[in-house]
């Protein structure tokens, strides 16, 4: 997993200003991908940033890049609590909640809806998309919007200029590292 892939895909939370990101990565090798895995939890560990690989398929891995504090509090939303327990969760700590997640993923083939409390979406756009069935939304950027949808359309620029500002960084040569915000 190379620091151009967690750049291009998990910027905004790098920078501290989103809970989550999820992406696909290739590896060759189940063991390297576990090692790589292991490796970038050794670095952005002491940022409050954790890695996590939600589930494997064929060659390629759904990695979860996250911040636990951050997600704590996402989750203590009632709101969020309220979409949790319907989905069949136990929103007790965000550690279970996770848990509960990888479980549902490697158990089907779908994608588990409430996903997106894990990446920071608003919980009244993650109740929406379940609800309405991904329609009816006012509109569409990193998520389905159907709360503030001028809230929601800053959020998106904002993290779209996060990841141009981190690309060029490191094409520059910092390092994730360096770049990464620790929790406060």
Not at 24 to 51: A, P, T
Not at 72 to 95: F, M, S, V, W
Not at 113 to 129: M, Q, R, T
Request: charged share 25%; aromatic share 10%; with cysteine.
């Amino acid at each position: 997993m190379s620091e151009e892939t967690v750049v291009r895909n998990c910027a905004p939370t790098l920078a501290g200003i989103k809970t989550g990101n999820l992406f696909r990565c290739r590896y060759d090798s189940i063991v390297e991908m576990r090692d790589s895995v292991r490796f970038w939890n050794r670095k952005l560990h002491s940022k409050g940033v954790r890695i996590l690989p939600l589930r494997y398929c064929g060659h390629h891995a759904l990695i979860y890049l996250y911040r636990p504090a951050q997600l704590a509090d996402d989750l203590h939303n009632d709101q969020a609590k309220a979409i949790l327990r319907h989905c069949g969760y136990r929103p007790d700590t965000a550690e279970k909640c996770i848990a509960t997640l990888m479980q549902r993923m490697r158990e089907s083939d779908d994608f588990p809806h409430e996903i997106g409390l894990f990446l920071g979406y608003p919980p009244e756009d993650v109740s929406g998309f379940i609800a309405h069935h991904a329609c009816g939304y006012k509109c569409a950027g990193c998520w389905k919007v159907y709360g503030d949808e001028q809230k929601c359309r800053r959020l998106f620029a904002k993290y779209k200029q996060c990841t141009r500002i981190y690309e060029t960084c490191l094409a520059r040569g910092r390092d994730i590292v360096s770049m990464t915000v620790a929790d406060r």
